[in-house]
């Protein structure tokens, strides 16, 4: 779960450290869980269309209720 609750800009550096992340989660065989996301990352994250390569939550309640139904 990466938390982005206080990010409120995110620029080329963020996004390539994000995707490197991903990468690194993908390998592992973990998912890639985004949440609280501010508006303007949110449109980043759409234009760039990184949105699809990331779960993408509103807040933690149904990540939690997840994570906790989980074997």
Known sequence: MIH???VDFIDSSG???LL???SSIRLSACRSV???LQAPV???LELT???SVFEIYENYDPVV???NSQP
Do not use: C, P, S, Y
């Open 49 to 51: 269309q990184m949105d």
């Open 15 to 17: 996004l390539t450290a």
């Open 20 to 22: 490197k992340g991903v």
């Open 42 to 44: 949110r449109t980043i």
């Open 34 to 36: 985004i949440g609280n």
């Open 65 to 67: 209720t997840m994570f």
């Open 4 to 6: 982005l609750v206080k």
